[in-house]
């Protein structure tokens, strides 16, 4: 079963926007858990302009599911991540100035880099993950780097997925099965939609998590943030 994992970064966006704590991302992590989600994802930036570090320390005690950090892993990062010890963290290759993550890690070029800090989080007892495309030689790069999983990148189905959604899902489905041959758990997330979600799960073997934030959070708009949960578990079955 794939596991729903609700990224709460956009909640925090729109209480930085006003200042103070309406809406209360604590609150809201605990009511996504209530209503269905089986984990809670954030992505602390060292401009903090949405999820906070101190919201990372707040929200730790009150995750029942799976709390997942994932970020650049700055030094600043790895530090937080190893005080808070989330069940995973998964690393990004964006840069600070970076709106949103727009690219996998080319884990040839980072092996030395990743094995280093991966290890630092393993020998803390956190799952790692780190962010990748379908390129199957950075699914393959990252065996050496001794992750656990890999979180495919799939902003480029998204995209593709209302021109020909059979081409869009291909390279997906070929990364998935060589990185299920190769020992290493699936993520996925970006850009995953009520439109695009449930043919991606359908098609991709083995998928064990879907990390959804800004889609699942502008839905919840026209829905409420219960109704929407509970569209996208049914899109997970």
Known sequence: MTRLSVNINKIATLRNARGGNTPNVCEAAVNCERFGAEGITVHPRPDERHIRYQDVLDLKPLVTTEFNIEGYPSQDFIDLVLKVKPEQVTLVPDPPEAITSNAGWDTVKNKDLLIDIISQFKAAGIRTSIFVDTNLANIEGAVATG???????????????????????????????????????????????????????????????????????????????????QMYRKCLK
Do not use: M, W
Request: no cysteine; proline share 5%.
């Open 147 to 229: 992750t656990d999983r890999i979180e495919l990148y799939t902003e480029p189905y998204a995209t593709e997925y209302p021109k020909n959604k059979e081409e869009a899902v291909r390279p997906f489905v070929i990364a998935a099965k060589r990185a299920h041959e190769l020992g290493l758990e699936i993520n996925a997330g970006h850009d995953l939609s009520l439109e695009n979600l449930q043919y991606f799960y359908q098609e991709i073997p083995n998928l064990a998590e879907v990390s959804i934030g800004h889609a699942l959070i502008s839905d919840a708009l026209y829905f409420g943030l219960e109704n929407t949960i």
